[in-house]
């Protein structure tokens, strides 16, 4: 099978019970990637007469070619119980956000973080208590810039800013923050969730599989996963973290980025309309604009960063080694919501402050924390199975 490079595309095929799987590996220099592939066959698991009579009995592989009849000895031991069960549940595994799942970390270090940035800068007089800091989230629906105006605009902005320097001065307020919730994250102050560790403990135990996103966190991906590191060494070697560099290296992450090691024409095809599509939108606009006088700049970052969640996602599938129908994401965020549904990959919502208590049509769960009457194991098995 010829591919765009020299790198090998390798097919091995399993017959289990009754059910046939492809195992498909991609390998280059960089990384190996497996993509697990089930192909399950109605006549192997339903058609009783077949195994009862293995002369007449032949199986295929992907391409239709028929291959020799199975041994009498190969179906006595499927039969014995050596094999999978057609009827068994199939594997799943479980992919956590970080913010917003692992920990909460707008709602525990945000405040804090605004007013250390606040001190930093020299502005003695601002500090957000907590009833300040949550009218201002939902007077500027989160907005952080928004939440600056309208803070200062109500006490008064300070003397030394000069009014056309608002900007500057809103800009300088913001890095010193996120500076600062950079340096809480990783303090030892603020701790995961309760029964965050626990959960994940309960998957390995059942050997689910764990993969945990750190590639399009909000606060960056160095945070991200100065929160994973809160999990302890030995929890961590059980799991999966994917980054930025873990997506680029995966194979859909190739693909996507320019640097696969074979191409998928549907893919590169939906890129370039989309490519199109966004210059004739940004050529209309500049039509509009002329006309009224106006200069009009459309901003196609969100499409940008919806392709790079999904990527993220998928990547996560492939290490995961299970189909994407089979991974279920544990969503702290919208964006991560929406990717989720936008390939069909279930979603639970466990809500924080970045998922406030809205609808979710598309998730199969909105639950509140981990353990107890919220989320665990067995009932997010229960819910993928109904």
């Avoid at 391409?63 to 041994?71: A, E, N, V």
């Avoid at 919730?181 to 689910?208: M, Q, R, W, Y």
């Avoid at 050529?283 to 009009?296: G, Q």
């Amino acid at each position: 099978m010829e591919t765009a490079s020299s790198s090998p595309i390798l097919h091995s095929f399993r017959l289990c019970g009754g059910a046939t799987r492809t195992t498909a590996t991609f390998t280059n220099a960089s990384t190996t990637s497996k993509l697990y592939l089930p192909m399950f066959s109605k006549h192997l698991c339903s058609s009783s007469s077949l195994l009862a009579s293995p002369r007449n009995f032949y199986y295929y592989d992907i391409f239709g070619r028929k291959f020799k009849k199975r041994s009498d000895r190969f179906l006595s031991n499927s039969s014995s119980g050596n094999t999978t069960d057609c009827n068994s549940s199939p594997k799943f595994a479980v992919l956590l956000e970080v913010e917003g799942v692992l920990m909460d970390v707008y709602r525990l270090c945000n405040r804090q973080a605004f007013n250390v940035a606040f001190r930093k800068l020299g502005l003695d007089c601002a500090n957000w208590s907590q009833p300040v800091y949550l009218d201002l989230v939902r007077k500027s629906a989160g907005d952080e810039e928004m939440m600056l105006v309208l803070y200062f605009n109500r006490i008064g902005w300070p003397t030394s800013v000069a009014t056309s320097e608002n900007k500057t001065f809103m800009k300088s307020v913001l890095r010193e923050k996120k500076n600062a919730l950079d340096d809480l994250v990783t303090s030892k102050s603020f701790s995961l969730k309760p029964g965050a560790e626990e959960f994940i403990d309960s998957a390995c135990e059942e050997n689910i599989p764990v993969v945990i996103l750190t590639a399009y966190s909000i606060s960056g991906e160095k945070v991200a996963r100065s929160i994973v590191e809160k999990l302890g060494s030995d929890r961590m070697s059980k799991t999966k973290i994917v980054g930025d560099e873990e997506v680029k290296q995966s194979f859909y992450g190739q693909l996507v980025f320019g640097k696969g090691s074979s191409s998928s024409l549907d893919d590169h095809l939906a890129k370039e309309v989309s490519k199109a599509a966004s210059a004739e939108r940004q050529r209309v606009a500049e039509e509009v604009a002329s006309i009224l006088k106006l200069k009009v700049e459309l901003n196609t970052s969100s499409s940008e960063s919806m392709q790079n969640i999904v990527a993220a996602l998928r990547a996560g599938a492939e290490y995961a080694q299970v189909p994407i129908h089979n991974c279920v994401l544990v969503a702290g965020s919208q964006s991560g919501l929406d990717a989720a549904e936008r390939i069909g990959m279930p979603s639970v919502v466990l809500r924080s402050s970045s998922t406030p208590r809205a609808e979710y049509p598309s998730a199969i769960a909105v639950l509140d924390g981990f353990g107890g009457a919220d989320l665990t194991i067995s009932k997010l098995r229960k819910k993928l199975s109904s």
